[in-house]
């Protein structure tokens, strides 16, 4: 043993006041009694009585004197030496993934682990040192800057929690390796269970790296995708697939639930390393969301250690989707950009077999003028004759150049500069302002009548390279999206846990929030058209309501999944590789001291205790039990 | 000390009733109202004897004479007094307990319990017509050593007057005081102590100095609450009263138990050397009314009828 602040011993000096004040306090009050004969009797009789008299008599001094060498003993902070984890500026990173949720540890979580492992090493430092703690989950998150006081260290560890999402080990080693800065004895403490993936990426860090894995098992079986989609014509499907992560087969029975309603729960066993994927019959059509479930029969030896990746939620795509019909003799082009453009379900038809029945938010007229109009938004590529009471088509124009696009919000992205056209159609409509035009007249024509708006393409896809160019998809994009603005998520059924979720506000839209799979709701921060929701830890299906005015115009589910075979694929790993160095859990003997003045001060609190009840035992003793005594007395006589 | 009368009427009156009495009744000096042993001079017929020559030839029963030719004296019952000695103890420890002590009422001060039991027994006395001497025991004041002796009703006020004057004060050596009392060469008699018996030489030989000279000794010991039961606590030094000599003490609960039993047994003890001597021995806690002295202790034992 030996200490920290040894000068602290002057402290000591203390015990000469206290000495005097024992000395002062001695000096006793005065009483006059009417005669002492009797009390000289009775102090006789009593020291004949108990020796340890005079030891009571100073026990209180004693014990004062001996808080004191407690006290000093512990402001000289004493300490032994112990085998540390690492020492010098401790960068310690404690892996928050969704993996360290696994419960095949002693401590209960691997989290709870890599928690008292981190710990341990608080505990371990030594005068002088100064640690870090990051947590690294979807965010990199600094728990506690560079500090030497373990009491705050010890509350930023014991005050964390696992996420439920990937950890960004990139930033945070990024963030430990900017402290190492300046640093000569930089020491960096990687606490996971091995579920980094990108490892070659990583930057590099100066100093000593240290890996203390946790976790014991692989033994995991996830839900490792679901999906839905919706066909014309045909009632909505449903993919799942079922990934067993473990060395051994996993029974596992496979439930779905449509609106919370069952409509399918199967039994499976899924041999060890591979994927299932369970068939699932028709879904009900109009359904709004999809849970589907694994859990394990009862009494089945397979040990699943890590629930959370046991679930997962989609929602109906058609929910949110913008449905389109292409009227089109055939046209590669154009059925290309409609099948990749996102929250678009495309329908298509031909102009002999004219407007189909159904409805539709948008139809695309190519080559083709019909002779009634369907109630819809309209796009008209190259109309071949005139719709009257809404647009004339003229004569055919050669070789427009030198295409111009008009300053409109609308075509903000449209690149027409290297668009070579070779004819197109003089097509006038009133009510239609040229968003593109060029030297012989408009190439794109757009206005509203009524409600709905319309938009003209004056030439043929097949005379000009337009859909070889970017500027194609953007195009039709745009018009697509004036025609039907978008629902206010972008991907409402693919959402990765802890990834951030852009909303777009339309219309008197001015608010949102989303009600979390827990019930907590939060309101959508940023600000203008794009609102952000970044708290997408928790796995399951969320609710986005959007108000206009204070009321609630719209409401959205979204899925939020977790979804990664690198978090859900739990073997703890003994080594890592970051850049080119590869991290073992062989620990480099490094000395620590561990400090216990705590203790010390606990006993002097003690110790004081104990001479409070002896002084008020002694100062009280007689006046409590006077009456008593006096009553007795009383009663005898 | 305020100067406010030592008894009030109704408990005068009560004590007008009352007498003294000795066990052995005394020869007195002159008539007193006590029937005497021997035969005396009273009207009161006892005996006749045989004439002897010197007899008094008025107590001749010439009736008998005349009838039996014989000589014969008649013989009275004689009628005497009781020499009645009061012996106050006027040493400073009986001036408690004072206003300063600890936890101590001036309702319990042990020297007006003292002074009040004195003037009922001298007025007592008085009022039967005994012999009284007062005489305070020690103490160093200007007051007069002693009243008396004193016969007769009358003397009351100045009984009264001398109670007033008294002061504690000063050191008592009990033993020396009361052997030099009984050496004074006095008219022994009925001798009543009130005293709190605080003499570390004890007063076991002043005892028998007065009952070897014919006393018969009643000793009434009186003590405050406060020194019976102490309400003291802490580190104390305490100052005798009397001789100024301190004594250090850490009082605590297992002390205060130690000094009670302390005078338990100092008072077990003086009873006993009391008991062996017949001396009349009478404990007074000053909580207590002074008349319940008279009225009860004392009358208990026969010294008060």
Redesign the interface.
Known sequence: MAFLTPLAVIAAALAIPILLLYML??R????????????????Q??EANTPWQRLR?NLLLLLQLLILLLLVLALMRPYITVPAVSAGQIAVLIDASASMNATDSADGTRFAEAQRRALEVVDTMRAGDSMTVIRVGAVPEVLSPYTDDRAALRAAIQNAAPGRAAGDWNAALTLAAAGALGSEDFAAVIISDGGIDEADSLPAIPGALQYLPVGASGSNTAITALATRALPGQPPQAFAQITNYGDADADVIFSLRADGALIAADSYTIPAGTILTPPIDALPVGFAALEAAITFPAGSAYRDYLPTDNAAWTVSEASAARRAILITEGNLFLEQVMRILPAVQTFQGTPDRGLPSGDYDVYIFDNYTPTTLPDGDLLFINPPVTLPGLFQVGAESEAAGNPRVADDPRLAFVDFSTVNIRAFRQVTAEWAEPLIAADGGALLLAGEIGDRQIAILTFALADSDLPLQIAFPVLISALLDWFQPPGALADSAGVRAGEPLSIRLAGDIDAGRVIAPDGTMRPLTGEGAERFFAATDLPGLYMLELFANGEVVERAPFAVNSFDPAESRIAPRQTVTLGESTLDDQVEQTFGQQEFWSWLALAALIVLLIEWVAYH???????L??PL??RA?AGV? | MPEQPLFDEKTRRSLEQLILQAAKVRAGAIKGERRSIKRGTSIEFADTRAYSPGDDLRRLDWNAYARLERPLTRLFEDEEDLAVHVLIDSSASMDYPRPETDGGSPAHHKFDFARRLMAGLGYISLTTNDRLTVTRLGGESAAPVQYGPVRGRGHGAGLLQFAAGLRAHGTTDLNAALKSYALRGQRPGLCLVISDLFSPTGLVDGLNALVGKGYEVAIVQVLAPEEVEPALAGDLRLIDSETGAAQEISMDAGLRDLYIRRVRAWRDGLRQDCAKRGVHYVEAITDAPWEKVILYDLRRLGVVR
């Open positions: 306090r001695l006793r009050r005065e009483v006059v009694v009417s005669s002492t004969f009797l009390w000289g009797q009775v102090l009789d009593r008599r035992r002694r100062l009280n003793g007689p006046t039990l006077q005594v006096r007395n006589r």
